[in-house]
C-alpha cells in the first residue's frame, strides 16, 4: 500500500475540476490524511483552463510533490497548458476524457510513456446516470474512490453536505454520478491496483486552511486591530478574511482608494496605538515604499505582508515566485534596515505571522513578512494549533511616572524607547518623517542623524540571536549543506530525505528571518559544510546573493535557481545535491591520488 | 492610560496649545496667522493636547504639527489624509486635524481628497493653499493661475488651476470655507466650526506666501478685496448657490462658510464602532479565529 498519492486535474472552466479538488482536500483532511491542493488558473476572468493539484499521505506533507501518480485530463489543449505544474511520469496513471478521442498509446505527451493511460467517458457517464454533464466532477470524484480507495465515506458525506441546499434531487443525481465513477473503476480494473493507506486516526483540532486565510487569522491572534489595503491577486484574501473577521475582535478594515493610502492608514492606525497591517503584492509593494520608509523612522510598529507574484511589473499575478528579497530588504531610501520573515508553508505561516507582529511591536518597526503565490494560495490540512504556547507581545508602552518629561525617542541600552500614543496624558510628541532629535523635534544635524541610524538599525541586533527563526535539518555536521527559504523550503525538506535516502549525508538550514542576515547563524551552519547549494525560486538567486553580500560562502555552496512559475521538484534539487557530492568526492580523490 | 487624576480635562487657553519649537516660516508668512487662528480655535473647543492628533504631509505649512502641544505627525507629502483616517477609525475619541499645503493636497495627495471626503470620517482639513511652491523655492503649484511665471514656468503657465472649493462640495463635504489670515476672527471662527462639525470639514485658507507669492494673494490685497460669504447673503445650507459662488475661486476672495450639511450623515468612524458592537457583543478570545477551519466543527 501506498502512503502518498499526488493527483493533477485539468478542464476547462465549468468541468468542475477545482470544485473536485476542493471535496478531495476536505474528505481527505476529514478521515484524517495529510493533504496539501494546489491551484491553477488560466488569465481569464471566467471561464478558461482549470487546474489543482491535490496530494494525499499518510503522514505530513511538505509541498505539492513532484511527478504525478494520477492525472486527469478532461481535454488535452487545457491539461498541457500547465505541463510544468502537472508533470507526468512513467509510474502515473492518466485519466482521460474519452471523447477526446486519443488512444491510449497516442496520448499528446511528449518524451513520456505512462504507466497505464484509461480513456474514460467522463461526460457520457455523468450524462447517462446524473442527467447532465455538470456531474463530471462527481465522476472523478468517484473514480478515484474506486481506483485509490481514497475517503470514500467522507466524500460522500462532504457531497451530500455541499449539496444539500440545492435540493435532494441534485444531491442523488450526485451520488450516481460517484457511483458510476466507482463502477466504471472497477469494470475497468487497473493492471497494477495502487491504493493508498489508511490514515491514522483524525486527530481532534485539526485545520484546513490556506496561506492568505491563516495569515489573516493570526493578524487577528496577534491582536491586529487594523488592516488597510488595496486589492491585488494574489493577496486579496487576506483583507477579504479581515473585513469579515476583525470587527468581532474589535477591529476594522479599510479598503483603501490605492496601495498608498491603505499602507498610509496602516501607520495611522499605529501611530495611534493599534497594531495594524496591510498586504500587497509587487506592484502594491513598490507603490509602499516610501511609507515603509516613514514607519522606519517614526519608529512605528507595522507589517506589511508581499504574498509574490512573478515580476518585474505586472509581471505573473497568479503564479510564485521569490524574486522580492531584494526589495524588502533593499527598496528603502536611506539607511534603513527592516526585517523580513518568510513562512515556509501554510501551518508556518501562522507562527510566522505572529512573530512578525512581536518583532514589529517589540522593536517599533515596520516588518515585511514575505508569503508567496503557493503558499498563499494552497489549501493544507494543519496539526492542531496550540494557541497556548504562542506569545503575543505588546510595544513598551511609558509607564507610571514615565510620562513626566516623556521623551519619545530618548536613548536606551536597548534602543528601543517606549512609545506612547494620542491620548496618552503628557505622553505628547511629534512623530516625524524628517530626521529628528530624542525629543522629535526636526534637525538637519549631521551628529544626531548618525546617532539616530544608530539607534534605529542597532535595536534590531539581537533579531540575529533567535535560535527560534532558524531551522536546521538533517544530519549534523554534514558536508553538505542546503539553504531555502519560503516555499522552496517545503521542497528542500523532502529534497533532503531523498538524499539521505541515496546515502549522502547532508543538511538544511531554513531561515525564517532572512534579512537582516544573521551572519553567525550562517557561520555556523556552514562551518562543516563543503558542497552545496541555495535553493530559491528567482531568476537571479536572490538569497545567494544577498548572503554573499554580508559572508564568505564555502566554495562548493552555488545558487540553485529558477525564475517564478518553474516549479522545483524534491528529486530534482535531490538530483543537484547528488552531482554536488559527486564533485567533492571526485575532488578529493584527486587530492589523494599519488603523485606521478 | 497614564493619566493624573488632578490634571484638567479641557484646555481653553490659546497658549496651552503652543510648542516651544519656532516655525521656521519666512517673517509674515501668512501660517502664522492660520496657527495663531487655530491657536484661539482649539482654546474654544476646549480639548486637551494629547486628546489632539494633528497630521500633516509635507511643505512649509504642514510643518504646523509640531508648533501645536498636540500628538503630531509630521509626516511624507501628499499622504496626511490616509494617516490620518487610519488614526480616526484606530481611535474615534481623538480630535483628528489635518494639515498641509495645496501642493501636498491637491497635486501629490490629489488622489486622497475625493475618498476622505466621500468616506466622510469625522476630520477638520485645513489647506494653507499659497499658488506657489514655497518650501522648494517658487515653483509652479495646482493653484497657480493660468500664465504664472515660475521658475519651473519661465514663459507663463498653459494649465488651468484646479479649484479646490467646488472640487470638495462636488465630492459631497458636509462642511466647506474659506477663510484669510488678513481676517482673523472670521478665520478662526471657521476653523473653530470645521472642528466642531461631525464628520469631514474643510477650510481652504489663503495663506499667502510673502517670499514667492504675487502682490495680488498678499494680505494686504486680501483685505482690499475679500467679500464675506454672510455679507452676501449666502444661504450655508444651499449647496447648489454654493457650487456657484465656489466657481468664482480665483477671481473673488470669498470668507466664511460656503455649505453646511443642515443634517450631517453619520460618520465612518461612529458607522465602524456601530459593526465593532453588533459584531461582537462580549469579548471574544482571540484563538476562536481558528474554529472556522477546524474539520471536526470546532466550537
Not at chain 1, 503557493?374 to 494557541?387: F, G, M, V
Not at chain 2, 522648494?136 to 493653484?143: A, D, I, M, V
Request: aromatic share 8%.
Amino acid at each position: 500500500m501506498r502512503g502518498d498519492l499526488v493527483i493533477g486535474m485539468a478542464g476547462s472552466g465549468g468541468d468542475g475540476i477545482v470544485s473536485a479538488g476542493e471535496s478531495l482536500i476536505a474528505a481527505a483532511a476529514a478521515e484524517g490524511y495529510h493533504a496539501v491542493m494546489t491551484k491553477s488558473f488560466g488569465s481569464q476572468i471566467r471561464g478558461g483552463e482549470s487546474s489543482c493539484r491535490v496530494r494525499v499521505a499518510t503522514s505530513e506533507v511538505l509541498n505539492p510533490g513532484g511527478a504525478l501518480d494520477v492525472a486527469v485530463a478532461l481535454n488535452w489543449d487545457d491539461f498541457l497548458m500547465f505541463g510544468a505544474e502537472l508533470p507526468v511520469s512513467g509510474a502515473t496513471v492518466v485519466l482521460y476524457d474519452a471523447k477526446t478521442g486519443v488512444a491510449p498509446d497516442k496520448l499528446p505527451l511528449v518524451g513520456v510513456t505512462p504507466r497505464e493511460a484509461l480513456a474514460v467517458p467522463f461526460a457520457n457517464l455523468a450524462r447517462e446516470h446524473a442527467g447532465t454533464e455538470r456531474a463530471k466532477s462527481s465522476v472523478i470524484l468517484g473514480l478515484i474512490a474506486g481506483y485509490f480507495e481514497v475517503a470514500r465515506e467522507a466524500l460522500l458525506h462532504g457531497m451530500r453536505r455541499k449539496l444539500a441546499k440545492k435540493g435532494e434531487s441534485v444531491v442523488e443525481s450526485a451520488e450516481r454520478a460517484f457511483a458510476a465513477g466507482e463502477g466504471w473503476a472497477a469494470a475497468h480494473p487497473l493492471r497494477e491496483p495502487m491504493p493508498l493507506a489508511r490514515p491514522a486516526e483524525p486527530v481532534p483540532g485539526k485545520l484546513l486552511a490556506d496561506g492568505n486565510e491563516i495569515c489573516a487569522a493570526a493578524a487577528i491572534f496577534a491582536g491586529c486591530r487594523f488592516f488597510g489595503g488595496y486589492p491585488i491577486t494574489p493577496s486579496t484574501e487576506i483583507m477579504q478574511f479581515l473585513s469579515r473577521e476583525i470587527w468581532k475582535y474589535g477591529g476594522a478594515v479599510l479598503q483603501a482608494e490605492d496601495e498608498i493610502a491603505g499602507i498610509g492608514a496602516a501607520v495611522g492606525a499605529s501611530f495611534a496605538g493599534a497594531k495594524a497591517m496591510t498586504a500587497t503584492s509587487g506592484p502594491g509593494m513598490s507603490l509602499k515604499s516610501e511609507i515603509m520608509g516613514l514607519a522606519t523612522i517614526a519608529e512605528l510598529p507595522l507589517v506589511v505582508v508581499n504574498v509574490q507574484r512573478g515580476g518585474p511589473s505586472t509581471g505573473i499575478p497568479t503564479k510564485p515566485e521569490q524574486a522580492d528579497l531584494f526589495q524588502a530588504a533593499f527598496s528603502a531610501h536611506g539607511d534603513a534596515v527592516r526585517p523580513v520573515l518568510a513562512p515556509t508553508s501554510v501551518a508556518d505561516t501562522f507562527w510566522t505571522t505572529v512573530q512578525a507582529f512581536n518583532i514589529a511591536e517589540r522593536y517599533q518597526t515596520p516588518v515585511v513578512l514575505l508569503s508567496d503565490q503557493e503558499i498563499a494560495q494552497r489549501k493544507e490540512t494543519i496539526e492542531p494549533i496550540d494557541t497556548s504556547t504562542i506569545a503575543v507581545e505588546e510595544r513598551r508602552r511609558p509607564g507610571e511616572g514615565e510620562t513626566q518629561d516623556y521623551v519619545r525617542f530618548r536613548t536606551t541600552a536597548s534602543g528601543v524607547s517606549p512609545i506612547s500614543e494620542p491620548g496618552m496624558r503628557g505622553g505628547n510628541y511629534l512623530a516625524s518623517g524628517i530626521e529628528h532629535n530624542e525629543r522629535g523635534a526636526p534637525t538637519a544635524s549631521g551628529a544626531v542623524h548618525a546617532r539616530m541610524n544608530e539607534k534605529r538599525i542597532g535595536k534590531l541586533e539581537p533579531l540575529k540571536r533567535r535560535r527560534d527563526l532558524f531551522r536546521v535539518f538533517g544530519n549534523d555536521g554534514a558536508p553538505l549543506g542546503l539553504v531555502s527559504w519560503g516555499s522552496s523550503a517545503g521542497v528542500c525538506r523532502e529534497a533532503l530525505a531523498i538524499a539521505q535516502g541515496m546515502g549522502l549525508r547532508a543538511k538544511l538550514l531554513v531561515p525564517c528571518l532572512v534579512y537582516p542576515v544573521a551572519e553567525e547563524m550562517y557561520r555556523e551552519f556552514f562551518a562543516s559544510v563543503r558542497a552545496g547549494l541555495v535553493v530559491e525560486q528567482s531568476h537571479q538567486g536572490q538569497l545567494y546573493r544577498v548572503l554573499r553580500m554580508f559572508l564568505d560562502l564555502p566554495k562548493g555552496v552555488r545558487s540553485f535557481a529558477k525564475s517564478g512559475a518553474n516549479p522545483f521538484l524534491p528529486t530534482e534539487v535531490a538530483e543537484h545535491l547528488r552531482t554536488a557530492a559527486l564533485a567533492l568526492q571526485r575532488e578529493a580523490e584527486d587530492a589523494r591520488e599519488p603523485q606521478e | 492610560m497614564s493619566t493624573t487624576a488632578t490634571a484638567p480635562t479641557r484646555a481653553t487657553e490659546p497658549k496651552e496649545f503652543r510648542s516651544d519649537l519656532k516655525p521656521i516660516w519666512c517673517p509674515g508668512c501668512g501660517d502664522f496667522g492660520v496657527l495663531q487662528a487655530l491657536y484661539r480655535a482649539l482654546a474654544s473647543v476646549g480639548r486637551p493636547p494629547h486628546e489632539i492628533a494633528f497630521v500633516s504631509g509635507i511643505g512649509c505649512s504642514s510643518r504646523i504639527p509640531g508648533y501645536t502641544t498636540a500628538y503630531g505627525f509630521n509626516s511624507v507629502h501628499g499622504r496626511a489624509l490616509p494617516i490620518a483616517q487610519g488614526i480616526k477609525i484606530a481611535n474615534p475619541d481623538l480630535l483628528v486635524i489635518v494639515a498641509g499645503g495645496d501642493g501636498d493636497g491637491f497635486s501629490i495627495g490629489g488622489g486622497h481628497l475625493p475618498h476622505a471626503v466621500r468616506r466622510n470620517l469625522d476630520l477638520t482639513y485645513l489647506v494653507m493653499d499659497n499658488q506657489i511652491y514655497g518650501l522648494t523655492k517658487g515653483q509652479l503649484s495646482p493653484t497657480s493661475p493660468r500664465g504664472l511665471q515660475t521658475v519651473t514656468s519661465g514663459y507663463g503657465s498653459i494649465e488651468d488651476p484646479v479649484n479646490p472649493l467646488l472640487y470638495v462640495l462636488a465630492y459631497g463635504a458636509g462642511f466647506v470655507a474659506q477663510g484669510t489670515p488678513a481676517d482673523m476672527p472670521g478665520l478662526t471662527a471657521v476653523i473653530e466650526e470645521a472642528l466642531r462639525f461631525p464628520g469631514f470639514a474643510f477650510v481652504n485658507v489663503q495663506s499667502p506666501c510673502v517670499t514667492f507669492g504675487e502682490e495680488e494673494q498678499q494680505l494686504r490685497a486680501h483685505k482690499a478685496n475679500m467679500q464675506s460669504l454672510a455679507g452676501l447673503g449666502h444661504d450655508p445650507a444651499d449647496r447648489l448657490r454654493a457650487m456657484a459662488l465656489a466657481s468664482d475661486y480665483g477671481r473673488e476672495l470669498h470668507t466664511g462658510v460656503f455649505y453646511r450639511n443642515p443634517e450631517p450623515a453619520p460618520t465612518y468612524d461612529a458607522l465602524v464602532r456601530q459593526r465593532q458592537a453588533d459584531l461582537s457583543p462580549g469579548v471574544v478570545p482571540r484563538e476562536r479565529v481558528l474554529d472556522r477551519f477546524r474539520q471536526d466543527g470546532g466550537r
